[in-house]
């Protein structure tokens, strides 16, 4: 019988023919986190069974799960994109069959996909129509999203066929971006900078620079992790600008911000009396609050200002050099963080008088999309008051994941049947990672009740010798301390033991 399924997998992984440019790779091309991940996610799969493919856009693992011929696509940086089950042409909804039957009658359907998708659900079919390979997509209700899509080996997809394109702020822009416009891009400004989702569910970050002068143009295209795709240039004569301006189609002007007379009185006329002599100034609102950005050419430090809808003062940020913070807040992360990377530095000063340092952390590991930071925040005499700590998932972390789960290849089936109720009789030696939702109440009780400022990292679930037991890992704000909590299984408190 195996081999008669091992026959069947050949045949449908060789009927399926690489697309959009894929092309076939060795398992050991791929990055150990992102195999850790899909076999932790599919922990019965046999890693000899699975194909793995490689495009512009990320991984595809082909496998058979269920019976069923299954693609599972990922980024590069191992985030799910979307899994096609292969189904049979009469499986699609009536609406999808009929629409092929009527607009492609001479055309053959080679493949059928049902589409498991967070953003479009659905279905794919593949057609051969005059010697070519197309597209449909439809939605999970049979009607038709996107056709006549040829499949291509060019990685490029032209801006009209985004199905998505959103414009967002510079700041939600990974670090690695940040830091590749500071460096290659000094004299250029950020007009505009759009997220955007073409029709295969892949993430673009589109970004619009133009220097001082406004006549040289420049838009970059980069995935959702920060890698450079695509890079265009234009040169614009003065008298085009000027044409473009009552232009609503021109998409590449500066956005000026918005003026003062859309401001509250109240409101500049408090910033025009704490600040005289500024540069750059502009007024713009982020939700009901109003914003103003400038300069003070006397420090050389960039500001902003924050009123409330109303115009009343909120609070004034100056933008700290990261490279040039105090001795003791650099020590303080040089020590509890070491390898960490500085992201940003703000000194803050609110309207209820609190004032404070806060430094936003991030480590290089760190394989989060979109990217998290650590907040530091310190007094005005450089010591630490708060922390709030991101959580952040490392590729030392799946490693760690795949070792637990190699001990134990039926974990995630054992789990499931369990539904959290435990058989004492039971006798399996391993350890299980959990979320701490999945704790007893009682558990979470005695946490609140006893260690007030300690924050939860870890959860697992342990066997030894037949018993069950919960251990809970608690890391207090502002200190490396770390304590293991031991709980039986019905959440009952054992013991405590301090790590250093």
Same mark, same amino acid.
């Given at each position: 019988m195996k081999k008669l399924i091992f026959i069947f997998s050949t045949f449908i992984f060789i009927s399926i023919l690489p697309m959009y440019g894929q092309n076939q790779i060795n398992a050991d091309e791929l990055p150990q986190y992102l195999k850790t991940d899909f076999f932790r996610k599919f922990p019965t799969i046999n890693p000899d069974d699975v194909k793995w493919y490689k495009?512009?856009? #990320?991984? *595809?693992?082909?496998? &058979?799960?269920? =019976?069923?011929?299954? @693609?599972?696509?990922?980024?590069?940086? #191992?985030?799910? &994109?979307?899994? +096609?089950?292969?189904? @049979? +042409?009469?499986?699609?909804?009536? /609406?999808?069959? +009929?629409? /092929?039957?009527? =607009?492609?009658? =001479?055309?053959?359907?080679? *493949?059928v996909y049902m589409v498991q998708s967070d953003v479009y659900p659905g279905y794919k079919v593949i057609l051969i129509d005059n010697q070519k390979e197309l597209i449909i997509n439809f939605d999970k209700s049979g009607n038709l999203l996107t056709e006549d899509k040829t499949i291509t080996t060019e990685s490029e997809i032209p801006e009209s066929e985004y199905v998505k394109k959103i414009s967002i702020l510079p700041d939600y822009l990974p670090s690695n971006i940040k830091e590749y416009l500071g460096l290659s891009y000094k004299n250029y400004y950020v007009s505009k900078v759009y997220w955007a989702k073409d029709n295969f569910n892949v993430d673009y970050y589109i970004i619009e620079l133009t220097n001082d002068k406004g006549d040289n143009l420049v838009e970059l295209e980069f995935d959702f992790y920060g890698n450079l795709l695509s890079q265009t240039q234009e040169t614009i004569e003065p008298k085009e600008i000027v044409t473009k301006k009552d232009k609503?189609?021109?998409?590449?002007? &500066?956005? %000026? #911000? /918005?003026?003062?007379?859309?401001?509250?009185?109240?409101?500049?006329?408090?910033?025009? !009396?704490?600040? !005289?002599?500024? *540069?750059?100034?502009?007024?713009?609102?982020?939700?009901? =609050?109003?914003?103003?950005?400038?300069?003070? %050419?006397l420090r050389n430090l960039k500001y902003q200002m924050e009123f409330d809808e109303k115009g009343n003062w909120l609070k004034t940020t100056t933008f700290l050099d990261p490279k040039s913070l105090n001795p003791m807040i650099t020590r303080f992360i040089n020590d509890n963080y070491p390898g960490y990377i500085i992201n940003s530095a703000e000194n803050i000063v609110t309207h209820d008088k609190k004032k404070y340092i806060l430094v936003e952390i991030y480590s290089p590991e760190w394989i989060n999309d979109p990217m998290v930071y650590h907040q530091l925040f310190f007094s005005l005499s450089y010591r630490l008051e708060k922390e709030i700590l991101a959580d952040g998932v490392s590729k030392y972390d799946f490693l760690e994941m795949q070792k637990k789960a190699q001990s134990l290849t039926k974990t995630k089936e054992y789990l499931e049947q369990l539904n959290h109720t435990l058989d004492e009789d039971d006798v399996i030696y391993y350890s299980q990672n959990i979320s701490p939702k999945s704790l007893p109440g009682n558990v979470i009780k005695y946490v609140n009740e006893n260690y007030s400022g300690w924050l939860l990292k870890e959860a697992m679930l342990i066997v030894e010798e037949g018993q069950y037991f919960y251990n809970i890992y608690l890391k207090k704000e502002g200190w490396p301390d770390r304590i293991k909590l031991i709980f039986?299984?019905?959440g009952d408190f054992i013991s405590e033991e301090k790590i250093k």
């Open positions: 495009s512009d856009d #990320g991984y *595809e693992a082909r496998f &058979i799960f269920q =019976n069923t011929a299954t @693609n599972y696509v990922m980024t590069y940086a #191992g985030k799910w &994109i979307r899994t +096609e089950s292969k189904i @049979n +042409e009469t499986d699609l909804p009536r /609406i999808s069959q +009929e629409y /092929i039957k009527n =607009n492609y009658p =001479n055309a053959t359907i080679k *493949e609503k189609s021109d998409s590449k002007k &500066i956005t %000026p #911000g /918005i003026p003062e007379t859309m401001v509250p009185k109240n409101a500049i006329d408090y910033f025009k !009396k704490k600040e !005289k002599r500024v *540069e750059q100034v502009k007024w713009d609102t982020i939700n009901k =609050n109003y914003v103003v950005s400038y300069v003070n %050419p039986d299984f019905k």
